[in-house]
């Protein structure tokens, strides 16, 4: 079952211009009023769609590791 946060993270991926887009930007978008209550939550998501091999994210342009949730910022980028 595919998560609000998840299907949000998707459908930013196909309309932001470039690709490229932050964590933080989807629960802008969704939670404008408490997105940083929902910044845990992002992160989960986005490294399961990555997982599933659905997204790429990267840090400093650097493909990261699957297996935990990073620190710091990243981008997330949808796989065509």
Known sequence: MTSILEAAILEMGR???G???CPEEVVKWIYPQAWEHFLDEVNEAMMH???EGKIV???EGVE???????S???K???VH
């Open 57 to 59: 994210v990267t840090q």
């Open 19 to 21: 690709g490229y887009f």
């Open 15 to 17: 309309t932001v211009p």
């Open 64 to 70: 990261i590791p699957k297996d935990n949730v990073p």
């Open 49 to 51: 769609l990555y997982r």
């Open 76 to 78: 997330i980028k949808l």
């Open 72 to 74: 710091g910022s990243v």
